[in-house]
């Protein structure tokens, strides 16, 4: 017996590997791509590059805070940005530093970066429990009895959930704690990682992408571009019902092909280090203590998603919602000793999860620098992207309409790459998308599809996505691993996008 405990104790305890980084060279699944954090610096490098060639633009805001679109300025000359920034300048040298330091408790840097370590945290203690374990495998069966339509039905069924979740209250960065939950089980169960993926995040921008409600996207750029609240349900509702089955169906077929054959994952490799605890995992110690803990965790949940919707709550409030369920699960694993549950020993499984997820929050930070350098975000600021924003409309209005509708989502796709905020791209690009589809021909509830389409779907590779980084963290796959796998689903949603955008347009939706 002593041996069995001291088994579970070492599955417990969180490698602490790099969740940026890949297979060693020559294992299976090695991916040729760069590494996170060597991309971000080509792309700082690229960024310093162009202040030296390109001029800055700025536009007025009017009253009320919106975008003039006629009052574009172009600078007179770049506005070079120094190789070592000094006194506030962002320099090439400073990018990560100022990315770090950026915003405020509510920013999507700052406020990401501390939300990220808490989340962290907190399932670092609930996963020393061994709970979650513990409930899954009485629920659904050994990892390695696990029957091939009851676990396939599982995750098609969570996918419909998330995907729901998605449209109803916008879930994005939530699916994090998730996925620090569902990911080893998962693979344990004869999936892989990128499933895990799949069926946490990716289900969640699929649903973010197609809602019919989301008030974080959808509400603001319809009421930037004068539209009525929700107006457009029915085409965004048959939206949804496509992209979520198209999403299950893929889902299906790739978690059987996977489980049938583990080797053909990209992610076979970098998965051992789950696969690996699946024969010491003292599966058959199931005890009533973790029924307390699952309905904790269900409890929060519930929880989070009430403050969400009815309340407002944004990053602050759910990490202490979930801060607060971790000192309850914490408290509940000392008292029934369910895992390695010392008062010590949950304190360091507090610092070790947090630990695992600080290179997500490094990737937020130092992305952020990085906008910063050529200008940031705002658009009565002098910056790089005002200039590509006024370039990119303008060529989109030169097209037909059907080209300019599609050019649209090509627009908004790109630019997400940059402003992953779907509320903050809204704000910036709906004030000129919209009367620029008045003069293209182009409804403007075309022009927010277009939109809402290119704010989700691209939030799936966008490496300056807080969301993305951390669920990537918490399943222990690099981002170049995961785009060798994801660019081919993620074009034929794009495809089916741009087929929705061709409709909306034939039919001139309203």
């Not at 590059?49 to 700025?58: A, D, E, H, L, M």
């Not at 009052?71 to 070079?80: D, M, T, W, Y």
Request: glycine share 12%; aromatic share 10%; charged share 10%.
């Amino acid at each position: 017996m002593a041996s069995r405990r001291g088994a579970t104790r070492a599955f417990l305890r969180f490698p602490m590997s790099s969740p940026t980084s890949d297979p060693p060279k020559g294992a299976p699944g090695k991916s040729k791509l760069p590494d996170t954090f060597l991309i971000l610096l080509f792309l700082a490098l690229a960024a310093f590059v162009s202040t030296w060639i390109f001029t800055p633009g700025r536009y007025a805001l009017s009253a009320k805070g919106r975008i003039d679109p006629t009052s574009f300025e172009a600078g007179a000359a770049p506005l070079r940005a120094p190789l070592f920034g000094q006194d506030g300048a962002v320099g090439f040298l400073n990018v990560p530093f100022e990315g770090l330091v950026a915003g405020d408790r509510s920013s999507t840097t700052v406020g990401l970066m501390a939300f990220i370590l808490v989340i962290g945290g907190v399932f670092g203690v609930l996963m020393r429990t061994g709970s979650i374990d513990r409930v899954l495998t009485a629920l659904i069966g050994p990892p390695d009895k696990l029957g091939t339509v009851r676990g396939d039905l599982m995750v098609m069924g969570l996918f419909v959930a998330f995907s729901l979740a998605g449209a109803v209250f916008g879930m994005s960065e939530e699916a994090i704690a998730i996925s620090l939950i569902l990911t080893p089980i998962l693979v344990r169960s004869g999936y892989d990682s990128i499933t895990g993926m799949l069926t946490c995040y990716v289900a969640t921008q699929v649903g973010f992408a197609t809602s019919w409600m989301n008030p974080f996207g959808l509400v603001i750029a319809q009421s930037i571009s004068g539209l009525p609240t929700l107006s457009g349900m029915s085409l965004r509702l048959v939206m949804w019902v496509v992209f979520t089955l198209v999403g299950v169906a893929y889902l299906g077929w790739y978690a059987r092909r996977v489980r049938r054959d583990p080797t053909l994952s990209v992610a076979f490799q970098s998965d051992a280090r789950w696969r690996d605890t699946a024969s010491v995992v003292d599966s058959t110690a199931f005890r009533k203590g973790d029924l307390v803990v699952l309905a904790l965790l269900l409890a929060t949940v519930i929880w989070v998603a009430w403050g969400v919707i009815a309340k407002g709550y944004y990053l602050a409030e759910i990490a202490a919602q979930f801060f607060a369920m971790g000192l309850a699960v914490g408290l509940i694993a000392y008292v029934l000793k369910l895992g390695q549950s010392g008062a010590n020993d949950l304190v360091r499984a507090f610092g070790e999860g947090a630990a695992q997820l600080a290179p997500a929050a490094l990737v937020v930070g130092i992305a952020k620098g990085v906008l910063l350098m050529i200008g940031g975000d705002k658009p009565d600021h002098w910056s790089l992207l005002n200039s590509l924003l006024h370039a990119m409309g303008g060529l989109t209005a030169l097209l037909p309409d059907w080209a300019t509708a599609l050019g649209m989502l090509g627009f908004q796709s790109a630019i997400n790459l940059v402003i992953v905020s779907g509320s903050g791209q809204a704000a910036l690009t709906m004030p000129l998308m919209a009367p620029l589809a008045d003069i293209a021909g182009v409804s403007r509830q075309t022009a927010v599809l277009a939109f809402q389409l290119g704010d989700g779907l691209t939030n799936i590779v966008a490496p300056t996505s807080a969301a993305l980084m951390g669920c990537l963290a918490a399943g222990r796959l690099g981002f170049s691993t995961w785009i060798t796998f994801v660019w081919r689903p993620l074009a034929g949603l794009l495809l089916l996008a741009a087929a929705f955008i061709l409709i909306a347009q034939g039919l001139g939706y309203q």
